[in-house]
């Protein structure tokens, strides 16, 4: 029983979703004349009952296999699968990469599965450098951010590749289309499950973060540790914009800008909206923003962009916790209900406000008084208005200050290694797979707290029209069930045997338990258009790709 760790991510529990590194990968590769396919193996499994892993995998015969462990919570299930890749093709290599691979590499490559692991957020070319040693038969001693295994002994290559900027790669959906028609497989490319009633697709604006949250893996502190920056590393104006305009021609959906543009600077922000007009896209761009904006930037979103949406994190209502979770923020609830109601009266379609339970200082109490700010909030806003509430779940991220100074922060942690973290996400519930609980609340007191704001927030979203009385009496049944399941669970944890029928459940589905019950899943869609595709760009695409493959056959024949 994973619990509602993922009710305001697009995923399931199970994080069936593979970075977007992926994409800029397969772009970088594919440009310089290699063949990528990128399978998403959790999500075949999750829609297809019978999908038999082991026969798939052996009818793959790749020059190597690259596995993800960018989230921690795919820390049990990415080795798991590098195992069985290794029983099957032993002799092919393995590649991780990612965050969480980065934090643990000396840990993870003392995995008889794993061989090769790449460090840093930023890894195209160092993957491309150890791919042309593999088909050459170099050892891959001069591959940049490697740890690898050089006859059994460990080796960790020099961090050198640190890029200054992003745009020595796009992300290009074509590739992607290429891809799904070469192998007659669109399943595997979905980047999560309902993504076709969801196609949200994100671009990335920054790596890194000028931020400090206490929590956050993505911190300047982490990406410090883990990447070798302490600076963010942006994306151009002219490449962003660029990378928004390729996505238009092929979805209709909603293009969210990771990362608050406004880092980069006043000047770097406003070229990128200079450009957005002049490109006038029709999907909603959903901007974040971590510090409060001033209200003219608003207006020249406005000015700039016909479809527009914002996504807020105060983390909690208070601002003395808001502060304490991140030192580099000083904004007040009323310079954010200022912004709020400055983008309700311009052409804002959605405005989400995300809080978080799982924070330094923070009490049942406080994390009450949190769902009365919403209250308060719905009071003097319309319906664009919503606000979610989640734990901070399953993992205080590895690399944050919390993480790295846990009693600092009032942290205690179950698990520090890659192993440890691997035994908790096996445990039989949410509360016992935490890695932390806080001097203000225990693990027990978290699950509870959330438990008791969901369904207060889920009446309040009832009562000021948010969501519809139906859909809101679904998510209070499930909050219900997912209680008492919890409580035997509990006596399951303590006594070691359970209710035959518990034992039943957890053999069976208990995504009912896990999904949609802090909020409904649906209210993390956006507008929905009849068809949410364009199926010209699309078409073009493959009728260039077919050109492409009766000319390579041509000129072969002739040869």
Not at 194 to 220: D, L, M, Y
Request: glycine content about 6%; aromatic content about 10%.
């Amino acid at each position: 029983m994973y619990g509602p760790v993922s009710d305001l991510i697009p995923s399931s529990p199970v994080f069936e979703m593979y970075p977007l590194g992926f994409l800029t990968m397969t772009s970088y590769l594919e440009e310089r004349g290699l063949k990528v396919r990128v399978v998403n193996l959790a999500l075949r499994m999750m829609n297809e009952r019978r999908f038999d892993v082991p026969a798939f995998l052996s009818k793959l015969n790749p020059k190597a296999f690259g596995i993800d462990l960018h989230w921690l919570p795919h820390a049990h299930g990415s080795i798991e699968v590098a195992n069985l890749i290794k029983r099957i093709h032993p002799l092919i290599p393995t590649i991780f990469g990612g965050l969480s691979a980065t934090y643990f590499h000396e840990e993870l490559i003392r995995y008889p599965a794993v061989d090769y692991v790449l460090r840093g957020s930023s890894v195209e070319p160092p993957l491309y450098k150890l791919l042309t040693d593999l088909a050459s038969g170099k050892r891959p001693t001069q591959v940049p951010n490697l740890t690898w295994k050089d006859n059994g002994r460990v080796k960790v290559n020099p961090q050198s590749f640190i890029p200054k900027t992003l745009d020595y790669v796009d992300l290009m959906p074509e590739h992607l289309i290429k891809m799904v028609f070469r192998h007659q497989d669109l399943q595997s490319t979905l980047p999560f499950r309902g993504w076709w009633q969801n196609p949200i697709t994100a671009v990335f604006t920054v790596k890194g973060c000028a931020h400090e949250c206490v929590t956050c893996g993505s911190s300047r502190q982490a990406c410090t540790t883990l990447s070798r920056h302490d600076q963010p590393i942006f994306r151009s104006p002219k490449n962003l914009v660029k990378n928004m305009i390729d996505i238009s021609r092929f979805s209709k959906g909603p293009i969210f800008l990771v990362g608050d543009l406004r880092q980069a600077g006043e000047n770097h922000a406003s070229q990128v909206l200079v450009l957005l007009r002049k490109a006038n896209i029709k999907n909603e761009i959903v901007f974040e923003f971590f510090g409060m904006p001033p209200l003219s930037f608003l207006e020249d979103i406005d000015n700039s962009v016909k479809n527009w949406s914002i996504e807020l994190s105060p983390e909690s209502h208070d601002e003395n916790i808001r502060s304490v979770q991140d030192k580099t923020i000083s904004y007040g609830n009323t310079e954010m209900e200022a912004v709020i109601q400055a983008a309700l009266k311009l052409r804002c379609h959605r405005i989400d406000v995300f809080f978080m339970i799982g924070l330094p200082y923070q009490t049942q109490k406080s994390v009450e008084d949190t769902i009365h700010y919403c209250e308060h909030l719905f009071k003097n806003t319309d319906k664009r208005l919503s606000c979610f509430i989640s734990p901070l779940g399953p993992f205080l991220d590895p690399g944050s200050w919390g993480f790295e100074h846990p009693e600092q922060f009032g942290y205690r942690l179950f698990a520090q290694t890659l192993e440890e973290h691997r035994q908790l996400l096996i445990q039989p519930s949410w509360q016992h797979i935490l890695n932390y609980e806080t001097k203000w609340m225990s693990r027990k007191d978290l699950t509870l707290a959330t438990y008791n704001a969901a369904e207060v927030l889920n009446r309040l979203k009832i009562k000021y029209g948010r969501i519809d009385k139906v859909r809101g009496e679904k998510v209070a049944h499930r909050i219900e069930r997912a209680r008492i399941l919890q409580r035997q669970l509990d006596v399951f944890y303590q006594k070691g045997k359970a209710d035959p029928k518990v034992l039943q459940l957890l053999e069976g589905e208990i995504n009912e338990f896990s999904i949609s019950t802090v909020s409904d899943k649906r209210e993390l869609f956006w507008r929905r258009h009849l068809v949410n595709f364009r199926i010209i760009g699309i078409a073009r695409v493959i009728l260039a790709h077919l050109r492409d493959l009766i000319l390579k056959t041509t000129h072969s024949f002739l040869s």
